[in-house]
Structure formats: C-alpha cells, structure tokens
C-alpha cells in the first residue's frame, strides 16, 4: 500500500465550517470551550498520567507504514495526534470544538517535519472525499457525538477500503469488585474533583453519563460492523476501564 500523496501545506489552523446541527451538539461544543484550558491538567490528574500511556498505546498498534495518511477524529488538545505522528504518521486532527484545536497548534508547532494538520470539522459530516486516509482514530470522543452511526459511517467512508480503525474508550469493568470501586470513583469522586479543578461542575457530571450511556464492547463491535467494518475486535486496558477497539474498513 503506497500512501497518498501529501496535500499543500495548510494555513495554521483551518476551518471547515462546522455545522452545529442541534442543540445538544452546541451544549457539548461550548463545554468543551470551557474547559479547554485547563483539559490536559485534570486528563492527566484524573487518570493518574495513564492516558499518555493510552494514546501511545493506539498509536502503535494502528501498525501502518510510516507516511500513512491517519485522520485523527476528536482530536482535542492534540495530545493523540502527536502520539501518531511520532509512529512517522501525516496527521490530520479534526475537532469541533475550535478551543480545543487552539492548544494543540502550539504542541504541533513543536513537532518535526510535517507537524499535524489542525482542522475544525464537524464528525457527522467531515470535509474529505471518500477513501482520503489509510487509518484513523478515536481517542475518547465518539460518546460525544450526537449521532455514534452516522459519525461511524462518515469514518468509513473517508477510509480507505483495507483502511485501519483505532479507538479508545472507556468502559465498566467486568469484575464485580473493580467494577463497584470503578462505579464509585466515576459517579460520586470525579463529577466533585473534575467539577472543583475545573471551575464546570457540569462537565464532570457529563463525564459519567456519557461514558455509561456509550455501548460497551461487544455492542460497539456490533455499531462497527453495521457502519462497514470488518474484523472488529476489541481488549481491555488498566484492569477493564477502557478499551482499545480495532476493525478495518471493508
């Protein structure tokens, strides 16, 4: 597989003219703006430093050759494309939230050759032709999206047909005493402490909710095949409270 050629180089941060198509999809936008200056600390605080361990984790085992075209979905702060791109990636970062993508251009800036490329886009409907990318990523962001099979879809058709699928997210344990302790530190300890560090009690109430109300392992599976993937698998991280999903586009 040859990689696609390398576009020109883009502007520093580019927009996509996202659509804000609903309500609930501005709320969740307009928190995140919240939060992003401070969104890095508390990720780091609250996952006791794991999630650098997590994302380098996706990048390795996305397993393309280096100067794969990798679209990084819900890239926030960037954190996870600079993981990717370390792998000899070209990366697009995509978010919606443009605060977000402000912090990351800094720590693309940084980078070495062909650094990320931050973009603002909307995931239900991205701005790239079909068949644009050799893989792409998902580092604890689909449970935001207003509409998980549609951005799901908007993800397979940029792919290329063969094209890799990585995602990370979390995930309630299997086992009884892990899973009560997990339950307790999400539901009554996080929405406090993030609430606290943060000065958004609201987005750490959200935090949560959004992570019990995603489907969890099996049902994502079966959200990914349904979407056009194959060969879905997933494993669990850190004692089942996240979990790495892998699939392929068909």
Request: net charge positive; hydrophobic share 45%.
């Amino acid at each position: 597989m040859v990689p696609l050629a390398a576009p020109p180089a883009p502007a520093p941060l580019q927009r996509a003219d996202p659509t804000g198509r609903d309500k609930e999809g501005a709320r969740i936008r307009a928190m995140f703006g919240r939060v992003a200056g401070r969104y890095d600390l508390l990720n780091h605080l609250l996952s006791g430093h794991l999630d650098r361990l997590w994302r380098r984790r996706l990048a390795r085992d996305l397993a393309l050759p280096a100067g794969a075209r990798v679209l990084d979905l819900c890239a926030g702060t960037g954190d996870q494309a600079i993981a990717l791109h370390r792998r000899g990636y070209r990366v697009t970062a995509a978010d919606f939230c443009l605060p977000m993508l402000a912090l990351a251009r800094p720590k693309f800036g940084r980078a070495a050759a062909t650094p990320p490329v931050p973009l603002q886009a909307d995931a239900l409907a991205l701005p790239f032709p079909d068949g644009q990318f050799d893989g792409a990523t998902v580092s604890f962001g689909l449970r935001n999206v207003a509409d998980l099979d549609r951005a799901l879809g908007e993800l397979a058709r940029v792919l290329r047909p063969g094209g890799e699928l990585g995602v990370l997210e979390f995930t309630v344990p299997a086992l009884a005493p892990l899973k009560s302790l997990y339950l307790f530190y999400f539901r009554r300890l996080l929405p406090r402490l993030g609430g606290w560090l943060s000065g958004d009690p609201s987005a750490y109430t959200y935090l949560p909710e959004s992570v019990l109300g995603f489907p969890q392992r099996e049902g994502f599976v079966a959200r990914l095949a349904a979407a056009g993937f194959e060969a879905g698998r997933w494993r669990t991280l850190s004692g089942g409270v996240l979990a790495l999903y892998r699939a392929r586009k068909t």
